[in-house]
């Protein structure tokens, strides 16, 4: 069956580029969370949406990065003007029902900034 | 300080052998635990639950002491496909918060 999955799986931009990453969740999950993983480093938790609303947006590292998501589907994570340290894998994991339940991870996208 | 804590190790075993790691956390208040497991360059994926009572899955061990607000995770006979990096992630609400995990390595 599908699972997450993650768009694009790589992405190489310059310093002040925006980038969008995007997230398709599992269908029917209504818990999506955004976290990024510097190399070597543990997963930073970014942000949560139940269905469309994002009750809590206070791990987003600056107000460069945003999220949406539509339809209680795809989310997408929106970061202007990127910077170096913004250099890390970005990953998107659904779950069924309420929060705490079983995560999903999509394969993550592998940002790079120059 | 951290939320979740963990011995980055690495741990190197041989086969067969038993290998333990403990993650700790901040929060009293924490409602569940889990174990993800993550390969090299991949997402990380559930490895299991961490129980009140304690829990087995095959040669799997979890404990959580609430006391003393540590899990652990017990691995016995270990195998080479054991070879990854063990994450303690805890639920706050509806926040996971994940440990930078412990390195296994598992030596023919």
């Known amino acids: 069956g599908a699972g997450v999955s993650q768009s694009p799986s790589n992405k190489v931009t310059e310093k002040g580029k925006d980038v969008e990453l995007r997230c398709d969740p599992i269908?029917?999950?209504?818990?999506l969370y955004w976290y990024r993983q510097s190399l070597g480093q543990g997963l930073e938790f970014l942000i949560y949406?139940?269905?469309?609303?994002?009750?809590?947006k206070s791990g987003l590292p600056s107000d460069r990065f945003s999220a949406e998501r539509t339809g209680g589907s795809v989310s997408t994570l929106t970061i202007q003007r990127t910077q170096q340290e913004d250099s890390a894998v970005y990953l998107c994991?659904?779950?069924?029902?309420?929060?705490?339940?079983?995560?999903?991870f999509g394969p993550g996208t592998r940002l790079t900034v120059l | 300080r951290k939320e979740v804590e963990q011995d980055p190790g690495p741990f190197n075993v041989p086969e067969g052998a038993t290998v333990a790691f403990n993650c700790t956390y901040s929060?009293?208040?924490?409602?569940?635990f889990f174990w993800y497991r993550q390969d090299c360059r991949k997402e990380p994926k559930l490895l299991m639950s961490?129980?009140?009572s304690g829990n087995e899955d095959g040669r799997f061990t979890a404990q959580l002491n609430r006391a003393s607000q540590y899990i652990s995770l017990l691995i016995r006979d270990s195998k080479l496909s054991d070879s990854a990096t063990y994450l303690c992630?805890?639920?706050?609400?509806?926040?996971?918060?994940f440990g930078a995990g412990t390195t296994v390595t598992v030596r023919a």
């Open positions: 961490v129980y009140s």
């Open positions: 992630v805890v639920l706050n609400d509806y926040k996971l918060s």
């Open positions: 994991a659904s779950s069924l029902g309420s929060a705490g339940a079983i995560l999903f």
């Open positions: 269908s029917g999950h209504t818990a």
């Open positions: 949406f139940q269905g469309n609303s994002a009750p809590d």
């Open positions: 929060n009293s208040a924490s409602q569940s």
